[in-house]
């Protein structure tokens, strides 16, 4: 039956289908929930890490504690650290088959079309389920190039002096609370190496998927290209709705060296239970290049904005976004660069769609050092609203250290034409599949952008989204 109250823009909440398909919760190994050195000591033991890896996590407990939560971003009262289990181990060990990953898991990645994904058009896999890697595998052709692509906890073991050097440099504890948060308690994650002059023509792909209720995801990405390589990683994000909170606040940092270039996909399509708070870094060298293209569905918050530092002299940055919020959801994404280098260029475009009461907002840093003459950059928002109940914000933050620039910037907000809805009616079809037409046409620049599994992806999510009873 029609309920004649709800305004006729209403939609459910969408069934997401294979996304939201809990297996049972099954572990090995949990920890307590909340925040203690003693559970810091848990984590660390139960990984056998070296004693500078334990110090880490227990100076970043420390300064976690001394942080405030930014007072400037959306309400995350909601998120009670004493109620978040931060490490659940899974009942295997990493395996390097699919064969031999346990039933009840491999089936949830079967379902997310992972291991077909790896036969036809990746060159290497990571799959984590909870709080550690449970599948990983590369291409031998690729080993013998020299690259490195392993789980993090791994890396600390085999690669000690590189992770050393590099761990958490880009992103220190120190930069936000839950960059320290995340120094304390990562766990799994991806460690990507790619000597000088490679290729990685076939991309690389990570998912992350968590199963556990009221458990938080933390795991640690870290990036290294060498002068003159190139590659194209994937990382694909999901996990089951709940009715308590979950929590992601996973680490990025990716190393991008003279001449090489570095192109990072993203689609994160976490349940609406979930507080996404990710954060995202990148150093490019001299001529070198640096892509995103991010795809942010779900979460009842996001706080997510990958930066780039353009440090070396004509280096390059591209950002491609696209954030859908609906009913509930308060989505705070957008980007940062900074430039530094001199003939530095970049091209931020973001789009946003908002509907039945959701926030979108994009939040903005650019950034022109003293030294970066000559830097070109242009910034261009895209807002879409669905209804009058719905919210969209750009907040751009500029600042300008020299003369010898050029900059663009612009910003639209609008909503989908009544005429255009009636003309695709009047062509046959529904009022939802003529917005879900229109939305995915403006979403179209983005979607191309992506690897073609990912596109089909986020068509998908557009589509569950305007599933469900317009009356």
Not at 116 to 125: F, I, K, P
Not at 308 to 322: A, K, N, P, Q, Y
Request: net charge negative; proline share 4%.
């Amino acid at each position: 039956m029609v309920d004649a109250k709800r305004p006729k823009t209403h939609v459910e909440d969408p069934d997401r289908g294979v996304y939201d398909i809990r297996d049972r919760f099954a572990y090995d190994y949990k920890t307590e929930s909340g925040l203690t050195p003693d559970i810091i000591r848990e984590i660390s033991a139960q990984k056998n890490e070296p004693k500078w890896m334990l110090d880490f996590r227990l100076r970043s407990l420390e300064i976690y504690h001394e942080l405030d939560v930014p007072p400037w971003g959306p309400d995350i009262s909601g998120l009670n650290m004493d109620e978040i289990v931060t490490y659940v181990r899974p009942r295997t060990d990493m395996k390097a088959s699919w064969d031999d990953v346990p039933q009840d898991i491999k089936d949830t990645f079967d379902r997310l079309g992972i291991p077909r994904a790896e036969e036809t058009s990746l060159a290497g896999v990571g799959a984590q389920y909870d709080s550690e890697v449970v599948y990983h595998n590369i291409r031998e052709e690729l080993v013998k190039q020299g690259v490195v692509y392993i789980d993090f906890e791994s890396a600390v073991q085999e690669y000690e002096e590189v992770i050393r050097k590099y761990f958490m440099t880009l992103v220190p504890p120190t930069d936000h609370k839950f960059a320290a948060l995340h120094g304390a308690v990562w766990s799994g994650g991806s460690f990507v190496y790619v000597p000088a002059g490679v290729q990685v023509d076939i991309p690389l792909q990570s998912y992350f998927r968590l199963n556990a209720p009221g458990a938080g995801q933390f795991e640690h990405t870290l990036i290294i290209i060498e002068e003159g390589a190139s590659c194209h990683f994937i990382e694909g994000c999901s996990a089951p709705r709940y009715n308590v909170a979950n929590l992601h606040a996973g680490c990025v940092e990716l190393f991008v060296a003279d001449n090489a270039s570095l192109r990072y996909s993203t689609i994160e399509n976490w349940s609406k239970n979930m507080y996404n708070l990710n954060t995202k870094r990148a150093v490019v060298g001299r001529n070198a290049r640096m892509e995103w293209v991010s795809g942010s569905f779900g979460s009842c918050v996001s706080m997510l904005y990958p930066m780039t530092i353009l440090r070396g002299d004509h280096s390059v940055c591209e950002f491609t976004g696209i954030t859908f919020a609906g009913e509930g959801q308060t989505l705070d994404t957008g980007s940062k660069v900074i430039h530094l280098g001199k003939g530095t260029t970049s091209n931020i475009n973001s789009k946003s769609i908002s509907k039945s009461g959701g926030a979108a907002i994009y939040r903005g840093l650019l950034r022109i050092g003293p030294q970066a003459t000559g830097a070109k950059s242009t910034v261009s928002c895209e807002s879409l609203m669905m209804d009058s109940e719905s919210r969209s914000d750009t907040i751009p933050d500029i600042i300008i250290e020299n003369d010898d620039i050029d900059l663009g910037h612009e910003a639209k907000i609008g909503r989908i034409s009544d005429e255009s809805i009636f003309y695709l009616m009047s062509r046959g079809l529904s009022e939802e599949e003529a917005k879900g037409m229109l939305v995915r046409g403006f979403a179209e620049p983005i979607s191309k952008e992506l690897p073609l599994e990912y596109a089909v992806e986020m068509n998908n999510l557009i589509r569950l989204e305007f599933e469900g009873s317009i009356g």
